[in-house]
DNA sequence: ATGTTTGCTGCAACCGCTTGCGTTAGGGCA
DNA sequence: TGCCCTAACGCAAGCGGTTGCAGCAAACAT
């Protein structure tokens, strides 16, 4: 289109855990494109969640041509890698988890808005259970439970 | 008292249920317009989970006219009165559930795309962790927990 | 019946995300 | 280095759901 790539400051942080991307892709006879790496900069500037929309527009920040229809497809790509993993908040939207961290799923209140998140210990029974009454393996981290915290309920916001 | 709207068949199921959601909403200063007995209509004839979609093309079955944007904020209404509770499938698109109904959470295989309802003592634990420990009090129909069924880690349909 | 209040409706635009399609360009190979 | 295959891109339309707004009509009172 234009330039022969706009993102010249397109400096890959030299993590060991992402600068293996390239060859991962290639190795899948995948691509190594230039909005992909600005996708994979911004991610591994990024900790804990982000939404889809954030990372749009933090990778416009790098690249204003940034399409979020690219943004979401490399996303499904860097998940199938392994990488990421997406999941949906209290409101159905959603929220990508940048590995390694730890697989953690979270709390969200409808009163405050606030959310916690909540370890694969404290979860543990119910992925037990899960496990042994319907033979299922529950992914943790796909899932925003939805209730009241402790606050709201003594004393609600303004309901 | 019959409406002026093309609405003919509108007959009320009269399960006590639902026949007093006139007077709630009355009580209230809210109104009983054509479009929400449609919709209670509907209501009344489902159980279990249905979609936003289904909802509004069941009541264009009875009424054509209807619109989406009614139909949701009748549904949010709804669920003030405590008649239905939404939820969010393992895409993220929202889920109604007609009361009563035992409180329920659902289970999604990754891979075959099964759904599964877990009961509230399956998640007992679960949920008796978030509130001593986090002071919690969950809903639990509110979630839907990805993962994979047995059948899917033995045998993955084609992925 | 008629008036007044104000909750509700329908429209159209928008949001987050997805998809189909024609075009561009990565990258293995000669 | 240049070729070719096809993965990936950008665009535009679409889907599920939401929202602001102007007009409409329930419901209560006169």
């Known amino acids: 289109m234009t330039s022969p790539r ?7 942080r030299g993590d060991a855990l992402w600068s293996g991307i390239r060859d991962d892709l290639r190795a899948r006879g995948l ?36 399409t979020p229809s690219t ?24 929220e990508f988890h940048v590995l390694p961290a730890a697989e953690h799923g979270h709390i ?8 916690w998140e909540i370890g694969h210990d404290q979860a543990a029974s119910l992925l037990e259970t899960l496990a042994s009454e319907h033979r299922f393996t529950a992914d943790l ?14 004393a609600p916001p303004s309901a």
Chains 1, 2 share one sequence.
Do not use: F, M
């Open 71 to 94: 943004v979401y497809r490399t996303l499904d790509v860097l998940e199938d890698l392994g990488l990421i993993r997406h999941g949906h908040g209290a409101d159905g939207r959603e």
């Open 108 to 115: 969200y209140c409808h009163s405050c808005g606030g959310t």
């Open 141 to 154: 981290s796909h899932v925003t439970i939805a209730g009241r915290c402790a606050a709201c309920l003594e």
């Open 31 to 66: 691509r190594w494109t230039p909005q992909r790496r600005t996708l994979v900069e911004v991610l591994s500037k990024t900790q804990g969640h982000v939404t889809g929309v954030q990372l749009v527009e933090r990778c416009r920040a790098i690249d204003p041509e940034t």
């Open 6 to 12: 706009p993102n010249p400051s397109a400096v890959i």
